[in-house]
């Protein structure tokens, strides 16, 4: 059964419109690269799969909860709350909360959610349970020694696998990347790319916006090429890139190479 | 003649009207200033604009005239001697009270400026950040971007309220005794020196405000907003 169901979403900003009628599907612990040139709407279709924008029309269905169906009733924005855990954002500025270290940063969000709970000692257990699991997190991520560092004293890759581990903190069903590694020096996007290797091998499922094509051929299963507004083309990693169908994405392949 | 530590007593009267002034309106002031700030980012188009006119007319007359137009424009036009005369006991003082609310509405329009100004300079990601966390409106604006905020606004803060203390001399136009006005008692009975010498009290005022901003701005160096 498909985790990730995005059926003929449309979006406009005014009189352009970004996404006309975007289709796929994904099973879980598959990663999926979404390629495409600059202005094709990536990132906006990521933003509306999240909350951060809302599409048209369309319909998105995440793990038999309806994110979003412009013929539905809308979400409230306590459902739309309740929802948002199970999405992850990766951002590609990273948006760490300056003000708080590296592991606050990654606990925070997980215990206001906690925080519901009525019963101090209870709460106790539950915060220390929740730095536990954190630390062991960051521990994988190897961040291990930077727990008390603030995000400022932290290098652009750090800071990124921070951001990586304050998403997962919350136990997504699902993770989105947008160009994660776009904002880093190009000696530094190796770490990241093994850090999202390594939640492969865990059977994380992944979105990943990218514009690294050799990374997107290596750890995903399925791509998907954006051309202007729509999917232009595709299919699993290793056909597309050797065997692309259409004069688009040949082209635009053509300029990676 | 009166002698150094009568004068200093009689002051320091002065300088007690002048403080409370100053803590008061900080108090009020950055309340409402927060509070105005909110109407003047409200996206309800008919509210922001009718807070920005507001703030206009606050900023851009004198706050000598608005205090003598909150002290004698009620008992002009409505016959009654002022604002606060049916006010509880305490309150009664009514010169003081119409000087600290006109303070309190001027200042906290430039308060709310300096507010809007922080809050619009955070990353709109910051935001997005707390939204995707699953962290309400609330949540993001206390945890997030409060402190970010604080950081960004203490130096036009500590500007604004330096100059406050320096302000509170106006309000003996309405004959609120606070320190400049007893000194000029002091004139009038042929002591010259009083009057010169509450710039001291000024300045130790002005001085520790500056400690202390200083010694936030320390506190809040741990991080880079
Ligand atoms: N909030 C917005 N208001 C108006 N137009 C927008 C907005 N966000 C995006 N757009 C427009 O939508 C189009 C698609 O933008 P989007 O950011 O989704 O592209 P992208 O594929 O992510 O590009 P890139 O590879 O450069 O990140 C662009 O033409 C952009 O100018
Ligand atoms: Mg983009």
Not at chain 1, 105 to 129: P, Q
Not at chain 2, 12 to 34: E, H, M
Request: proline content about 4%.
């Amino acid at each position: 059964m498909a985790i990730l169901e995005v059926i003929d979403l449309h979006k406009s900003f005014g009189k352009t419109e970004v996404l006309k009628g975007i289709s796929f599907s994904m099973e879980p612990g598959q990663v999926l690269s979404i390629i495409g040139s600059s202005g094709s709407g990536k990132t906006t279709l990521l933003r509306c799969i999240n909350f951060l924008e809302t599409a048209d029309r369309g319909k998105i269905l995440l793990d038999g909860d309806v994110l979003f169906d412009a013929d539905g009733e809308k979400l409230t924005a306590a459902e739309r709350r309740a929802l948002q855990p199970k999405i992850g954002l990766v951002f590609q500025q990273f948006n760490l909360f300056p003000q708080y270290n590296v592991l606050d940063n990654v606990t925070l969000a997980v215990k206001l959610r906690a925080k519901k709970e009525k019963n101090a000692a209870s709460r106790k257990a539950m915060n220390a349970e929740i730095e536990e699991k954190a630390i062991a997190l960051l521990n994988k991520m190897g961040l291990g020694d930077k727990l008390k560092n603030y995000p400022c004293e932290l290098s652009g890759g750090q800071q990124q696998r921070v951001s990586i581990a304050r998403a997962m903190a919350l136990e997504p069903k699902i993770l989105f990347f947008d160009e994660p590694t776009s904002a880093l020096d190009p000696e530094l996007t190796g770490e990241i790319l093994k850090v999202i290797r390594a939640l492969a091998a865990e059977h994380m499922t992944m979105v990943i916006v990218t514009h690294e094509m050799n990374f997107a051929k290596e750890v995903s299963d399925h791509i998907v090429f954006m051309d202007k507004g729509v999917i232009a083309e595709a299919g699993p990693a290793a056909e597309l890139f050797d065997n692309p169908q259409t004069e688009r994405l040949r082209s635009f392949l053509s300029n990676y190479n | 003649m009166y002698s150094f530590s009568e004068v200093n007593l009689k002051l320091l009267d002065g300088f007690k009207v002048t403080l409370d002034l100053f803590a008061l309106t900080l108090i009020f002031g950055l309340i409402l200033g927060l509070i105005i700030s909110f109407g003047s980012m409200s996206r309800f188009k008919p509210l922001s604009f009718v807070t920005k006119v507001f703030i206009w007319i606050i900023r851009g007359t004198p706050l000598m005239l608005q205090i003598l137009v909150v002290f004698y424009a009620p008992g002009l036009v409505f016959g009654k001697p002022n604002l606060f005369s049916n006010a509880p006991i305490m309150l009664r003082d009514e010169r003081f009270m119409a000087a600290l609310f006109t303070f309190v509405i001027n200042y906290s329009c430039y308060f709310s400026e300096i507010f809007r100004g922080g809050i619009q300079s955070i990353p709109v990601g910051q935001h997005e950040a707390g939204q995707v966390l699953g962290l309400s409106k609330t949540q993001t604006f206390f945890r997030v971007i409060l402190l970010q905020v604080v950081k960004r606004i203490v130096p036009p803060m500590s500007n604004e309220i330096i100059t406050l203390i320096k302000d509170t001399s106006l309000v003996r136009v309405i004959m609120v005794v606070e320190i400049i006005k007893v000194a000029e008692k002091f004139t009038a009975k042929g002591m010259i020196w009083p009057l010169f010498y509450t710039g001291l009290f000024y300045l130790v005022a002005c001085g520790i405000m500056t400690l202390l901003f200083g010694l936030i701005e320390k506190k809040l160096s741990y991080f880079k907003a």
